[in-house]
């Protein structure tokens, strides 16, 4: 079993703390830790993996009670990866795991954790002399980008009523399922099959642009 960190330590909290201490630490840790404020900082996101496994063993009752009696010697921990737990999860989905029922998640909205996703990143190979390299030099650059179709405007439909809600997810974009684990019950949230996490079924996609929007 790997080496791991006293779970009252990972959450700055002494060991006679009540269950709101330990929900007001997590929630301020996470806050700084989520993934989505860190841009992607894979020690960011180990981090966050370590207090989320923390709260999730401190917030229970008799996990906690092992967890004080036994401590990872406990063959309940011992044959656990709790890694595996948070890797079926979006950390999107992790955060509103715990906070989206009762304190509200800034990283979401109503409709699950499904945001505008980044574009991708444009690279432009070039040659520049030893000269441009030492000192520094501005170039223009051309380009080609695709643009948001003229037909449907970007829909992916050009009919006002193409497109229509996803039926499996209800337009949230996410499906969610509960198991019984070690640890509890654990809701696993994954993207939605039939829309692919947008929320929507292109029912009639635009013929221009076969429903791409560019």
């Known amino acids: 079993m790997r080496n791991k960190s006293d779970y009252y330590e990972v959450l700055g909290l002494s060991r006679d703390c009540t269950l709101t201490d330990i929900k007001r630490e997590y929630r301020k840790l996470a806050r700084k830790y989520h993934p989505d404020v860190n841009n992607g900082?894979?020690?960011?996101?180990?981090?966050?993996?370590?207090?989320?496994?923390?709260?999730?063993?401190?917030?229970?009752e008799d996990k906690r009670r092992q967890y004080d009696q036994f401590g990872f010697s406990r063959s309940l921990f011992e044959d656990f990866d709790f890694g595996s737990v948070f890797s079926e999860f979006g950390f999107g989905d992790i955060f509103d795991r715990f906070f989206g029922a009762g304190f509200g998640s800034p990283f979401s909205t109503r409709q699950g954790s499904r945001r505008k996703e980044r574009g991708s990143d444009i690279s432009v190979g070039m040659k520049i002399s030893f000269k441009e390299s030492a000192y520094g030099v501005k170039k223009e650059i051309e380009y080609n980008a695709d643009d948001i179709c003229e037909v449907c405007r970007g829909k992916g439909s050009a009919a006002d009523d193409g497109i229509i809600t996803c039926r499996e997810c209800g337009g949230t974009g996410k499906v969610r399922t509960a198991r019984q684990t070690l640890i509890g019950n654990i809701i696993t949230t994954s993207t939605c099959r039939d829309c692919g996490g947008t929320g929507k079924i292109i029912k009639d996609p635009c013929k221009k642009c076969r429903g791409r929007g560019y």
């Open 41 to 60: 900082d894979p020690n960011a996101e180990e981090k966050f993996k370590e207090i989320s496994e923390a709260y999730a063993v401190l917030s229970n």
